[in-house]
Structure formats: C-alpha cells, structure tokens
C-alpha cells in the first residue's frame, strides 16, 4: 500500500497528487502556459525551457497573491541578478496567466519567466506537487540541468514556509561552466580609467582648485 505524500497548510494536512522527481532523474515533460497582450497563448514545455543549453531553475508557487508567494518571487529575482544571463529561471503558479503578467510587471522582476500550470495542472501533476483538492500548487523549488537531469528538489512540507533559496542557488551556480580567468581580467581593465580620473582631482593644486569652485559658483 502506497503512503499518500502530504503537505500541510497551518498544520492541517493536504493530500499531493504523483510523486516527485529524484535527483537524479530524468525531469518529466509538462505544459505550461503564457499569454501576452494581443497574443494567443503559447505553451511552454521541458524542451522549450532548455532549448537554449542552460541550467534551469523552477520556482513553483500557489500564488503571487500570497504573500510567502510574493516573498518567493522577490528574492528568487533578486538572487539571479548575477547569473541570470547564464541560466533559464521559471516561476511556476496556479494564477491565470495574466495575473502573472501582471504581478511581474508591478514587481519589476527581470529574471523570472511566469508560466501558469493553471488550465489542466500538467505541471503539478508530473512533479508530484498539486495539491489534490483542491487542484493548485504546493510551493516547492527544482533544478534541472542543461541534460534535463533533476539536480535538487525541494517539496516545502508547511506551504506556508519559505524555500531554501541557499541550497537552491548553490546547486544551480555549480552547474554553470567556470569562466575564463581572462575575462575577469579584460573586466578589471575596462573598469579601471574611473581611478585616475578621481587621482588627478586629488593631486589638484589649491590655485587651480579655488579657481574651479568659483566658475562653478558663477555657472549656478
């Protein structure tokens, strides 16, 4: 006899529908929706989110209007700032897509692509977090590599508790190649003229000081 996998919402527990995928394994198909403004809506599936070579992040969450939702949202966008030209970063909801939409664009988030699992929980079923009733979805955190092999799940047991971002983020910056440390260099050296301009300044005699303040007095 299988043992139904539960999660709990202030203490009170709700039943999961599949199972998750090991670590390890081969991430499942899905289909996730978008809509844009004028557009008809466009599925998105594994394939589509890792066509372009790159490790992939899932933020899966109930609802933007919730607030660990919003949390969620929030310091997952803010946490791929440095690396979000490197990887694909999802968030997952139970919304419509347009209130996605709408919630990045209120929020400003940059490094988040919002898809809706809403018109028939394909998602949440093949991950194993769709709540059974009443059919949306647990919060719960994955990442798949660019292979599509699953590299961490994290199923949060008390849908009112945040992720591990932490651990999340680790995995996910481990699978990303190591730069050249040529670039970091070619970086420095781009940076560097911003300092003797600020030196020269510095080393300004007091005449020639004086004389520049009292230009500045009469421009103003």
Known sequence: MTTKRVITFLGEEYALLGEAPAVGSPAPDFRLWYFNKGEEGSPFGRDDLLERGRPLLLSVITSVDTPVGKIQARKFDRLLRPIHED?????????????????????????????????????????????????????????????GIVQYEQVVPEITD?????????????????????????????????????????RMRPAARAKKATAGRRRR
């Open 162 to 202: 945040e992720p591990d971002y932490a651990a999340a983020m680790a995995t996910l910056k481990s699978l990303l190649p190591v730069k050249p440390a040529g670039q970091k260099r070619r970086a420095s050296r781009r940076r560097a003229p911003a300092a003797p301009k600020r030196a020269a300044v510095a």
């Open 87 to 147: 990887v694909t970063a999802v968030l997952v909801s139970s919304d419509l897509p347009f209130t996605l939409n709408r919630f990045k664009e209120t929020e400003r988030l940059k490094h988040l692509i919002g898809l809706s699992d809403y018109l028939d929980q394909s998602f949440g079923r093949a991950f194993g977090v769709v709540i059974e009733e009443p059919l949306i979805l647990a919060r719960a955190v994955f990442v798949i590599d660019a292979a």
